[in-house]
């Protein structure tokens, strides 16, 4: 059986699907992910997506397995600073977050926020949480990695070689918010 997802923004005019299986399901404490996280949600209307202890829940998907179906054209991108390597990618009809691209990545990280409520699968462990100053926040239910573990690369590089070493270009983003 083959499982879909079936997404979209806070105010429902961008859908999209996630296919199969995801690669991962995480939460991230990396200080970028905060940083943008903060500036995010204090955009006007902008959903609630920061977990209480401040993480970012992301669901990893190959590339190929995500197809943007309605509201493509109202998808702009943000970047902590210029030229940096880490794309978030916003709705603006909603300024819900969608997705964080890595630049020539294979992957993208969907934005826990776009699954309907009560349907977002727990996640498999938190990552990076060496930037937090208090760790001991953090609840004990999945592993809480310092940094990524070695699991984690080798989910990602188990899914870059099923693609064959590809990386698909993204290209229907459409200019780029300032937070």
Known sequence: MTHTAQL????????????????????????????????????PAAPP??????GTRFVLHRKDRVRFLEGAERLKEFRLAPGAKTRRVVATCCNT???????????L??????WP?????????????SD??????????????TWQTLSFFAKLLGAWIAMGFKSPKI?????????
């Open 8 to 43: 979209a923004c806070a105010c429902g005019q961008v859908h999209l699907e996630a296919e199969r299986a995801p690669i991962v399901r995480a939460e991230c404490h990396c200080n970028s992910c905060r940083a943008a996280g903060a500036r995010l949600q204090a955009l």
């Open 49 to 54: 997506f920061l977990e209480t202890n401040g």
């Open 97 to 107: 977050p969608v997705f964080l691209e890595l630049q020539n990545g294979h992957w």
């Open 109 to 114: 990280s969907l934005y826990g926020c776009l």
């Open 117 to 129: 409520a009560g349907t977002l699968p727990p996640p498999d462990l938190r990552t990076m949480t």
């Open 132 to 145: 937090l100053p208090d760790r001991s926040t953090l609840a004990d239910d999945v592993p809480n990695g």
């Open 171 to 179: 290209t229907i983003v459409n200019g780029e918010i300032h937070a």
